[in-house]
């Protein structure tokens, strides 16, 4: 591998590694050499990931955490600093959009319940932020680090159905330039800040609104591929790259920036 792109050793703490995207994430650093720090609130899930981060010789440890109350982050930093002695990386990937959240086709914007907008919104958009107030302060100490945060198309231009999740994730966009410019002017050029901005990929949590359950594509499904001049849905994995690219050396000078990778959907009029 060039050693531009390297970043064998590095510490890496990833949120939200017991889900698809963060699994996904975390299982690539592993094999690119580097250190991971899982950090998710499901035990079995937390448990299920370091067994696979770990089964090929990797050199991974879990701790539950929640990435909304920042106590348990404090102790989560404490013995990451105690057993590694610092922090080079962080991903934070825990996030997504919920259920209740998502407004059926035919629902009202009025008729949403605060308590749904509040969970998406604290998730995504706190859920960035605290991990990043624990964790970056210790990179502020040694005046080295990466963050990579994940935003959302969402941010970019409005989507129907998802409006907390919308919200936050332009909250986290504009909070990525924001510490960007507070780590690079207070603690050096040696502290970066950026963020992906995945396009359409099929998971979980968006799965019964893409795919019917012949398999066969949603009207939804059918909208986001008109506007995607490489008319597919991305890969999971086609996000390592990139978030490798952003932690390595090869990105020393790009800092708040919003790296979309969406196979074209944010530059395509549609037209």
Not at 18 to 42: E, P, S, W
């Amino acid at each position: 591998m060039n050693e531009q792109f390297s970043i064998k050793e590095k510490i890496a703490v990833i949120t939200g590694a017991g889900g698809v995207l963060g699994g996904n994430v975390a299982k690539h650093f592993i094999t690119q050499g580097a250190k991971v720090i899982a950090i998710d609130i499901r035990q079995e899930q937390l448990d299920a990931c370091i067994k696979e981060l770990t089964a090929d010789g990797g050199k991974a440890i879990g701790f539950v955490g929640n990435v909304l109350d920042v106590e348990s982050l404090k102790k989560v930093a404490a013995q990451i600093v105690e057993k590694w002695g610092r922090i080079d990386i962080l991903l934070n990937i825990a996030g997504g959009n919920t259920p209740g959240g998502t407004l059926a086709p035919d629902a009202d914007f009025f008729d949403m319940p605060v308590s749904e907008w509040e969970k998406v919104t604290n998730l995504n958009m706190n859920g960035t932020v605290y991990p990043s107030m624990v964790f970056a302060k210790i990179m502020a100490e040694r005046r080295s680090g990466c963050i990579v945060n994940v935003s959302s198309m969402a941010a970019y231009s409005a989507i129907t159905r998802v409006p907390g999740y919308s919200a936050a994730k332009s909250a986290v966009a504009n909070f990525t330039q924001w510490l960007a410019s507070e780590m690079a002017l207070k603690y050096g050029d040696h502290i970066r800040v950026n963020a992906i901005v995945p396009g359409f990929f099929i998971g979980d949590q968006n799965r019964t609104v893409l795919i019917n359950p012949d398999g066969s594509l949603t009207d939804r499904s059918m909208k986001v591929l008109a506007k995607t001049p490489m008319k597919r849905f991305g890969d999971i994995t086609e996000l390592n790259g990139a978030v490798q690219f952003l932690c390595s050396d090869a990105a020393s000078f790009i800092t708040g920036a919003l790296l979309p990778i969406d196979g074209g959907f944010s530059a395509f009029s549609g037209v």
